[in-house]
DNA sequence: TTTTATCAATACAAAAATGTATGGATTCAG
DNA sequence: CTGAATCCATACATTTTTGTATTGATAAAA
């Protein structure tokens, strides 16, 4: 599995948004001073944000980026989400087409359905992880981070409590 | 979440010697035709095979690769590790260090044990399906993978069960 | 033996991801 | 009003991934 540079200095740049949120907007600056990562990489972190609507930005002295919703109603997907290429996509059967127009398997393919189960999960893990459940982790420990993961891989084991909009037809 | 091409297609080849398995030596160009990709490009994947001593080559005329166990104690995880770089390693705390040694939030990472559960749960899915599970479900539709899946959930939601080399501290 | 089909190893090229730089525009403080 | 701090947009450079090409070795068949 792999987490992207992006996906994971983009999260980290999200939760120091939510520890300052309702204090003021944070500079980036500032982020990047906090994370060890350049004012450039920030910027362009947060030019994404602000394309997928969840931080809203002053410039000038004082200046910096705010977040439009409170941490506990920023779930990782929408970070993620903002975050994504065109890659993200989940359609693996026209990314993987080799040199066809569409991939061999187009029809019988048992990979998909693995890509699919996994691409399932970690979009419910994702899902159901905001940015107040992890900065609240930090705090008190990851007992509460496990015990919400495990209560939404009961619910549904390998489809786990999906959101309307990635329900893949998984056959 | 993201699948590499090398994976992908790695995957698929695989599959390919493993409908072969026991009838001779797959060529590197029938696989090629039958993915519809270049030849080249699988003979790299061949290669990366051969040194994880997934299987043998034989040379010349009427040669190809084989198998070197049956498709149902070959694993997608190995497949996997064939074909993993440095990336794939599970140490995230040094891969996205930014400007510093080791990560700013070296302790007290919220971030990190919810790449380890995601991570974990994909590496514990890999684990259990094999070359032969997927021809399987490729020929009598897939409620056997999903059976196979939820069993794995069930067995240990979060942490579903990994092999002694994944074993990260998750708290 | 010669030809053909194949793998082996490595180098090369192209594309994508990652990260930096630059020249502006805006806002606020003095 | 001027200057400093900040965001904005885009271009650029670097690195990694992806995919191709090349040259040589080996094995079997004709």
Redesign the interface.
């Known amino acids: 599995?792999?987490?992207?540079?992006l996906e994971?200095?983009g999260?980290?740049c999200a939760?120091q948004l939510a520890r300052q949120y309702q204090m003021g907007p944070s500079s980036a600056s500032k982020i990047a001073q906090?994370?060890?990562?350049?004012v450039e990489y920030v910027s362009k972190i947060m030019h994404l944000f602000r394309k997928a609507q969840l931080i809203s930005s002053l410039r000038g002295t004082q200046g910096g980026f705010t977040l439009l919703s409170p941490p506990d109603q920023i779930h990782?997907k929408q970070i993620f989400d903002a975050l994504a290429g065109k890659?993200?996509s989940g359609d693996?059967c026209s990314h993987?087409?080799?040199?066809?127009e569409t991939?061999?398997?187009f029809q019988?393919?048992?990979?998909k359905?693995?890509?699919q189960?996994?691409?399932n999960?970690?979009?419910g893990?994702l899902s159901q992880?905001s940015l107040h459940d992890?900065?609240h982790?930090?705090k008190t420990?990851?007992?509460h981070?496990?015990q919400l993961?495990?209560q939404t891989?009961?619910a549904s084991?390998?489809v786990p409590r999906v959101g309307a909009e990635n329900q893949g037809a998984?056959?």
Request: aromatic residues 10%; glycine residues 6%; charged residues 10%.
């Open positions: 599995m792999h987490i992207s540079s994971e200095y999260v980290r939760l906090l994370e060890g990562i350049s990782l890659r993200n693996f993987f087409a080799g040199h066809q991939c061999v398997h019988h393919c048992a990979v359905p693995v890509w189960i996994l691409s999960y970690f979009d893990v992880i992890l900065i982790a930090e420990g990851h007992q981070l496990h993961i495990q891989a009961q084991p390998s998984l056959v």
